[in-house]
């Protein structure tokens, strides 16, 4: 029975998301950085000079890996070597846990490179903790999932985002990776109460945090991660991280990046929202 808080995972502080453009930053000026999140698929598909940069980051950081085509929600067979490189990426750079997202990114052997959403009901539940499963017992760790930006909604649904996921974490023991910005963008595009969202996470599971920028095109939002985060995503960010009783937070920016200390101080904005935070 898993009761401990973030599953019994460290709470890592504030992080960024680690992208090629600050390496050389990275490398020769060491900046203090509570974390970084590595793509896992950036990592598993190469070779050579960039996991000989991610050795030396990760002998001076803690590492966490985020992955993007594990399609834990596809009908298709799971990739076993998929796992398989996820398990051994993971080993090499000590990464503290392996998330990915609540998606399908393919159907019929074909990846669309994007995350697709599920329809919500109880035979894709029990659909996809079975996979869940599968892959925890290859990692010997609970898998964390993130919630997705949604855009659409299948008419086929049964329960809302925030009650299928605790479900999952429920028949799983899975950790969560709570994406408070997906929620803010979800529910201008959905038209639910973020507060709602909130009441039904199970908190326990809450292993991390991402924020984001994002593109508000008035009648819908787009996760874009290419602006600063808005006020309405960091109060969010503030309830979220006091109900979850402090888990580690993360900034991602993938797009018109700028330089690495100014990532870095649009991700340290959190400690003005995180109580706990402010004297680190």
């Not at 000026?29 to 940069?53: C, H, K, T």
């Not at 109880?122 to 964390?144: F, K, N, S, W, Y």
């Amino acid at each position: 029975m898993i009761t401990p808080q973030r599953l019994g995972l460290p709470d890592l502080g504030i992080g960024v998301g680690l992208r090629t453009v600050h390496y050389r930053h990275l490398r020769e000026e060491q900046p203090e950085v509570d974390f970084l999140e590595i793509i896992s698929d950036n990592y598993m598909e190469s070779a050579g000079r960039p996991l000989e940069i991610l050795d030396e980051l990760a002998a001076r950081y803690p590492i966490v890996m985020h992955g993007v085509s594990l399609s834990i929600g596809s009908t298709d067979p799971l990739d076993r070597a998929y796992v398989r490189n996820l398990v051994r990426l993971r080993d090499r750079c000590q990464a503290r846990w392996v998330s990915d997202h609540l998606c399908f990114t393919g159907v019929a052997g074909r990846n669309t490179h994007d995350l697709l959403p599920l329809p919500y009901t109880h035979a894709a539940l029990e659909h996809i903790a079975g996979r869940i499963r599968t892959v925890q017992d290859a990692l010997g760790a609970p898998l964390v999932i993130e919630n997705p930006s949604t855009y659409l909604a299948w008419k086929t649904s049964q329960m809302p985002e925030w009650e299928f996921l605790s479900e999952l974490c429920r028949l799983t023991g899975c950790g969560l990776l709570l994406d408070v910005n997906n929620i803010y963008v979800s529910a201008r595009n959905m038209g639910f109460d973020p507060q709602e969202y909130l009441a039904g996470v199970p908190w326990p599971h809450v292993v991390q945090f991402h924020v984001a920028g994002h593109t508000d095109n008035g009648d819908h939002v787009i996760d874009t991660h290419d602006h600063p985060v808005i006020p309405p995503v960091w109060k969010l960010l503030g309830q979220a991280w006091r109900l979850s009783g402090g888990a580690s937070v993360l900034l991602e920016w993938d797009a018109q990046i700028p330089t690495f200390p100014e990532v870095h101080a649009e991700a340290l904005k959190a400690r003005r929202v995180l109580p706990a935070r402010r004297a680190a």
